[in-house]
């Protein structure tokens, strides 16, 4: 059974950066394009950013783009959300997954920017 294990978020102020970090476990990491979602309460999770089984490859919500970027380390089965110039309307539950989401969904980790 694929695992996923989210880390990183905490509670910051506006401008500042955080790095978000996800572990996977039970699966061929490196086989697969991994990706960042989020999602508000009461919300559906939504997609963020996306990397591909090499990490050559990128794709991002137009909202984020320039100011997150995600990275992978495939040595530790893990990939990373470099969150910069936080805002207040960055505040949300961000999750990992597969782009599809096809792997069980993990507890996320909360990041709350105040301003």
């Known amino acids: 059974q694929v695992r996923v294990a989210e880390s990183g978020g905490r509670l910051v102020q506006t401008g500042e950066s955080l790095r978000l970090s996800c572990v996977f476990s039970g699966v061929i990491f490196s086989a697969y394009a991994v990706a960042w979602f989020r999602r508000a309460p009461g919300k559906e999770r939504v997609f963020v950013a996306a990397v591909s089984r090499s990490g050559g490859g990128t794709r991002y919500t137009d909202s984020v783009k320039d100011q997150f970027t995600i990275s992978r380390d495939d040595s530790k089965n893990t990939v990373y959300l470099q969150m910069n110039s936080l805002k207040p309307e960055d505040t949300d539950v961000y999750y990992c997954?597969?782009?599809?989401?096809?792997?069980?969904w993990g507890q996320g980790t909360q990041v709350t920017v105040y301003s």
């Open positions: 997954n597969h782009p599809e989401g096809m792997f069980s």
